[in-house]
């Protein structure tokens, strides 16, 4: 094992003429979606490809194609141009695939040695664990990437941007002709980053196919050879770099004009201020954000991943600690990391992964609906079930949620009418300020633009909404002004009228 | 930072940090005080027939303790190993009164053991029901099974063999019982195993972290299935030597033994979780609770103040177990 990366020159040669890894006429579609469409992408030995596109463009689904995690439903796979049936992560691992994800895996529990033999740990003759070569074997594949991490540190202990270096020496271990590097710059600081480059040019110059997968455009043109970019999981371009400048990359990964799907039916926005957020900073990921929603408005907030809305979204409602800075709900000062305050100022989250934080499954329509505002329902200190059924009745049939009773476990219902019963639990709260982070995830096409009519009507009836969002339609469509972010800042605040797609994505490349 | 930054060589904690980070070091002086205590309060607790006395009874909770705590470590629970201690010393004692051979009937216990871990192994890694349902479940059924089929009445053994005799009151040298004897080596080969071979390891993957386990090509569901087992096995061999203690078949025998075994496996530092702990630890922690046990019975207490303070010390285990993750984590 590893005896080719470890020793140099022993093992067979390299052979650049021969593509490492060639997907053809890839196709993957999921319930009510098509995530890829006959996309082609060939990578060869010894260059750096990067992998680009929009969030939804299909570049996890391709590499967890590659990585075993999905099957394909189309298309045919080669390694150095022998045809390959990758059913799962161990038939990537054998083929010489490694897929280094944005989520690390390693356990967190073991050692940064243990770790890197984890798929297969040496043996001596008895049977037992060669511990020895383990940690030798470590030492020297750390010495082949030209950095050194202590074999016996615990993994959880170490920092990401040393994880990533421990899953690099695990490609190495196991011979690894394609390494696949899934955003990994996305938490490194820029020292970090350059440690990684010039660990991921030595990968390179040891014959493996590196894929760069990203959407930022500045490291992009520092690090790859080769760029493909996938657009609404087709492809698009596969060009080398140097003939690629910021503005032809950019027009690759937009691409598509954009028609207002979604017409407006509310007024102009009001004056008054309904939230004010200040200077506000948390200690993983905002830096010094500051802008105001006003009632009736729709703030769009667009950022790419990991730019920080979701965090932004929930240290704004109280859900997550803040480090510094204020938010102000309706002239009254929100106490931080404290939703009861929050609600109680008129201030909600729609959160973006309904199923974990939003929905109770098991429970049925009425409760779900009801859970904010029980209180209001409350005589004697019990919930009157008539009133309280009877306010969730006139939501139901206010809003057209399909259900057939208010009994049904919400779990039964399609995703956009979950999305309705959790957006009357918010109003029947009275609020102020709503804050709905990626409304449309998991919702049907036809579904969304229900959705859509149903922000719009919010925003009309005079709540001030503050949309997070990493589509681009839905930003452009509805929003009243738009602000952008990168890496958890605030790049740009401008007005719909003004704002273009270049101008966005420009801003939420930084 | 330089290429060749190495990554344990800043941020080191302090040597007293390091060695309390050390779950087996802090029980072991956990031990030493428990010790320590009783030895200058309870008169003859330090002597040798005492000590080989506790050990003795301690080897019924480590032998099965093993096999507790690699359900734990595999991200699982098996708490139907009290009631498996009564229903295999049915096939144990009726085998060797009617075939005088003490092979056959720990054969026939083993394989009882092995069906039972079978069906607890398939339903929770295969069939993907909780282990906790699965294994309470499998606790009813066989429990009930006892009483039907003994009419609560004990079955003596009969055949009376010496070899089996032995198992109870044999001691090595005659200082050691037999029965520590056997925890001992078991205690120390699944502990090799444990750390040093490919499945060991496997163990605590599949329990730190499943899909990195899954990632890396693992069958997690064949390690669980092992595991639940392995844990049938052990929990067979508990029964075959309280079966030559008590001399019969009891429809009552193990009762609650599951939940002694699982108190000290979680305060030997195993996580329920899975992931973390180790056999040591385990063992440690059984000790810790028997001696406990044997000391304040020394002292005169009544078991109702036992089980008091067991149940007190391990919610203060836990919570400061809990507390250094915290402080680990940073968080």
């Known amino acids: ?510 | 930072m330089s290429l060749a930054s190495t990554a344990s060589a800043k941020d080191q904690p302090s040597l007293l940090a390091r060695l309390f980070a050390r779950q087996e070091l802090a029980l072991l002086v956990c031990l030493v005080l428990v010790l320590a205590f009783f030895s200058a309060t309870v008169e003859n607790f330090f002597s040798v027939r005492n000590m080989t006395n506790v050990l003795g009874q301690a080897s019924l909770a480590l032998t099965a303790g093993i096999g507790c705590a690699l359900v734990f470590i595999s991200g699982e629970v098996d708490i139907s190993i009290g009631s498996l201690l009564a229903t295999i010393a049915l096939p144990l004692i009726i085998i060797m009164n009617d075939t005088n051979s003490l092979a056959l009937g720990v054969g026939g216990a083993l394989l009882f053991g092995l069906i039972i871990g079978m069906v607890n192994g398939y339903l929770v890694a295969y069939a993907g029901i909780n282990s906790l349902i699965v294994t309470l479940g499998t606790m009813f059924i066989m429990r009930g099974g006892v009483y039907l089929y003994t009419g609560q009445r004990a079955i003596s053994d009969d055949a009376s063999l010496d070899s089996f005799i032995a198992l109870s009151d044999g001691r090595l040298f005659n200082i050691i019982p037999y029965s520590a004897v056997i925890a001992i080596v078991l205690l120390v080969a699944f502990g090799y195993m444990m750390q040093h071979w490919p499945f060991g390891r496997q163990i605590y993957a599949v329990g730190g972290n499943q899909e990195v386990a899954r990632l890396a090509g693992y069958d997690v569901r064949r390690v669980k299935f092992i595991c639940f087992i392995i844990s049938a096995l052990l929990a067979t061999v508990a029964g075959i030597i309280l079966a030559a203690r008590v001399g019969s078949a009891q429809h009552t025998a193990g009762l609650n033994f599951e939940f002694q075994v699982v108190a000290a496996t979680v305060l030997g530092g195993v996580s329920l979780a899975g992931g973390i702990g180790s056999l040591t630890g385990m063992a440690l922690g059984v000790l810790i609770l028997q001696f406990l046990s044997n000391g304040l019975r020394g002292l005169g207490l009544p078991t109702e103040w036992q089980l008091v303070i067991t149940g007190m010390i391990i919610i203060a285990a836990v919570a400061f177990d809990e507390a250094k993750h915290r402080r680990a984590n940073g968080g």
Not at chain 1, 10 to 38: C, W
Not at chain 1, 183 to 194: M, Q, R
Not at chain 1, 320 to 331: E, F, K, L, Q, R
Request: charged letters at 25%.
């Open chain 1, 1 to 510: 094992m590893s005896v080719d990366f470890l020793h140099p020159g022993e093992g067979a040669p390299i052979d650049t003429d021969v593509s490492a890894l060639e997907m053809r006429g890839i196709g993957k579609r999921f319930p009510g979606v098509v995530a890829l469409d006959n996309v082609d992408f060939t990578l060869e030995p010894g260059k750096i490809h990067a992998l680009m596109g929009e969030n939804g463009a299909g570049k996890s689904t391709l590499i967890k194609i590659m990585a075993g995690v999905y099957g394909k439903d189309a298309g045919t796979i080669r390694m150095r141009g022998r045809e390959v049936d990758i059913k799962s992560p161990r038939d990537s691992l054998k083929e010489g695939i490694k897929v280094v994800f944005q989520e690390i895996a390693l356990i967190s529990e073991f050692t940064v040695a243990e770790n890197i033999f984890l798929e297969g740990y040496p043996t001596g003759r008895t049977g037992s664990i060669d511990w020895k070569k383990i940690r030798a074997d470590s030492a020297a594949l750390f010495n082949r990437i030209g950095f050194n991490v202590d074999p016996a540190a615990r993994t959880g202990s170490l920092p990401v941007s040393q994880q990533q270096m421990v899953e690099i020496a695990r490609a190495l271990a196991h011979e690894a002709r394609v390494v696949v590097m899934d955003e990994p710059t996305s938490s490194l600081t820029p020292n970090e980053v350059s440690l990684l480059f010039t660990v991921i040019r030595r990968l390179a110059a040891l014959g493996i196919a590196v894929v760069y997968v990203s959407h930022k455009l500045d490291e992009v043109f520092e690090i790859a050879d080769t760029v493909t970019v996938l657009r609404d999981g087709r492809h698009i371009s596969t060009r080398p770099i140097g003939e690629h400048t910021n503005d032809t990359l950019i027009q690759d990964m937009i691409g598509r004009r954009i028609d207002n799907l979604f017409p407006r039916q509310r007024g102009a926005a009001g004056s008054k201020v309904a939230l004010s957020v200040e200077n506000l900073s948390t200690a993983k990921k905002l830096i010094d954000v500051s802008f105001e929603a006003r009632a009736g408005e729709v703030l769009g907030f667009f950022g790419l991943m990991g730019a920080g809305r979701t965090e932004l979204a929930k240290a704004i409602v109280g859900y997550d600690p803040i480090a510094s800075g204020t938010v102000t709900v309706d002239g009254q000062r929100l106490a931080p990391h404290d939703t009861r305050t929050g609600v109680r100022l008129g201030i909600g989250l729609l959160t973006e992964d309904r199923k974990s934080e939003g929905l109770m499954g098991e429970l049925p329509v009425y409760q779900n609906a009801s859970l904010a505002s029980l209180g209001a329902f409350a005589r004697l200190g019990f919930v009157d079930k008539a009133k309280e059924h009877q306010a969730v009745q006139d939501y139901v049939d206010r809003f057209r949620i399909k259900t057939p009773s208010l009994f049904q476990q919400i779990k039964n219902l399609s995703g956009g009418n979950q999305q309705k019963v959790l957006i009357s639990r918010w109003l029947m709260r009275g609020l102020k300020v709503i804050v709905v982070d990626e409304p449309t995830r998991g919702i049907d096409v036809g579904a969304k633009s229900e959705i859509f009519a149903l922000i719009d009507r919010l925003a009309g009836e005079g709540l001030a909404v503050v949309m997070m969002t990493s589509e681009m339609p839905e930003l452009l469509g509805l929003a009243d002004r738009i602000a952008v972010m990168c890496e958890g800042r605030l790049t740009a605040l401008m007005p719909r009228e003004e704002a273009t797609q270049e101008k966005i994505l420009n801003a939420a490349i930084g």
